[in-house]
């Protein structure tokens, strides 16, 4: 596929994909879905990539879905554009890889929903967040309702949704919606840092641990806690599992 909307590179097994649509601010298109949906296909499909990062080009991570597309729809259009969106969202919740946030800018409406489906979020301190949907009479509709309550508990989604406030990176830490604050010159640097300690770890493991983790989160507690005992026992009939356990009593790094 000819990628236009999304640029990515790969080195040493960290995957950097950036959504570059500038003169929009980074707004999310019927494209920008094809694209993300095709890149994780592809992503997923190289076993030397251990972390995926997401970040914008320019003054904004993504600045939401593209209004001017938005404009034209009617009720079974609106229907199809959200049900996309969180089709393609959830393959990144999903996805086996971990994925970082990089949100070097403004991440509002759909580009906050963007940033809560992925794992980790780092921002800039020029990074401004929100769901300002109601400023344009609609509510989010790639899952916002539901990850920001999640993330953040139902007094803040509710507060950040029904208001359609814009808050500042420090607020977004002091609530839960991001891990870090960074000075923007250091934003990559800090990711990379993140990307390369989990990049470190035997890459089964951390698939499993975030499956289950995030399923467990749907679940009621008996039901995930026997989840993990079935995923952690697996574990035990792979090679890297041997490997880790047996570099410990050698006193040495496991080789993956
Ligand atoms: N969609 C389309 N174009 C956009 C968007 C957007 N979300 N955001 C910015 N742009 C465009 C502007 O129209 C402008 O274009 P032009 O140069 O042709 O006039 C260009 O980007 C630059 O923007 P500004 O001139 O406004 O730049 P500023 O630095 O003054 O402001 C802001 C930056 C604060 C980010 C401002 O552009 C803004 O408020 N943008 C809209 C934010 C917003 O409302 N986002 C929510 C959108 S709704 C949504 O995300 C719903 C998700 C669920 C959809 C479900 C499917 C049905």
């Known amino acids: 596929m000819e990628y236009r909307i999304l640029k990515s590179e790969v080195s040493d097994g960290i995957a950097i994909v950036t959504v570059s649509r500038p003169a929009a601010m980074n707004a999310l298109n019927s494209d920008f879905f094809d694209e993300m949906d095709n890149f994780l296909d592809e992503i ?29 729809m009617g009720i079974p259009e609106g229907f199809a554009f959200s049900s996309k969106g969180q089709r393609v969202f959830d393959r990144i919740e999903q996805c086996p890889l971990p994925v970082i946030a990089a949100v070097n800018g403004y991440a509002l409406g759909g580009g906050c929903e963007l940033a809560m489906a992925c794992d980790f979020r780092f921002a800039s301190k020029l990074a401004k967040f929100g769901q300002p949907e109601m400023n344009l009479g609609l509510i989010p509709g790639y899952a ?50 993140l990307a390369r300690r989990i990049a470190g770890n035997g890459s089964q493991a951390v698939a499993v641990a975030k499956k289950v983790i995030r399923r467990g989160m749907t679940m009621e507690f008996g039901e995930a806690s026997a989840l993990e005992s079935s995923e952690f026992s697996k574990l035990f009939g792979l090679p890297a599992t041997k490997e880790g356990m047996k570099a410990f009593l050698e006193k040495r790094k496991p080789e993956w």
């Open 44 to 72: 997923e499909s190289k076993t030397e990539v251990k972390v995926l990062i997401i970040t914008g080009e320019g003054k904004a991570f993504v600045a939401g879905a593209d209004i001017a597309e938005m404009v034209h």
């Open 144 to 193: 916002a309702t539901q990850r920001l309550s999640r993330l953040t508990g139902l007094g803040n989604a509710l507060y950040l949704i029904l208001t359609a406030d814009t808050i500042s990176a420090d607020d977004a830490l002091r609530i839960g919606l991001v891990q870090k604050v960074t000075e923007p010159e250091l934003l990559m640097e800090e990711v990379m840092k």
